[in-house]
């Protein structure tokens, strides 16, 4: 079973490496993303034991684990939603960005950002 999964991974692996090299739009980080979770699934259930896990404890955890992925991506995506570090953003944009990236601008080639 396990030389299966590993199979798999390396099979998942070669198909990321492929699927770079083709332009699929503003899809290709979803498509890199969705086979790394597939990936990331995998070596979770089998090589980490989480399938046969009958502790309501490690359940517990890995429910908590995905919970908080999902939060931090969702902040990550409305983040980038927001466009900080534009400067033609309205100020309450703005000031929403500089709450949560006071100094660094992500998306700006001029550098970090200035209160002026």
């Given at each position: 079973m396990y030389f299966g999964i590993w199979a798999t991974?390396?099979?998942?692996?070669?198909?990321?490496?492929?699927?770079?090299?083709?332009?699929?739009?503003?899809?290709?980080?979803?498509?890199a993303l969705g086979i790394a979770t597939f990936k990331a699934t995998l070596v979770a259930l089998f090589f980490m034991h989480v399938w046969h896990a009958r502790e309501k404890l490690t359940k517990l955890v890995v429910i908590a684990a995905l919970f908080f992925l999902l939060l931090l991506l969702g902040l990550t995506m409305w983040t980038m939603r927001l466009g900080c570090g534009a400067r033609s953003q309205p100020a309450l944009f703005q000031s929403i960005c500089g709450i949560l990236a006071p100094s660094v601008s992500l998306f700006s080639t001029h550098g970090p950002t200035s209160s002026r």
């Open positions: 991974l390396l099979v998942c692996t070669y198909l990321t490496y492929k699927l770079a090299f083709i332009e699929l739009g503003r899809f290709n980080a979803a498509v």
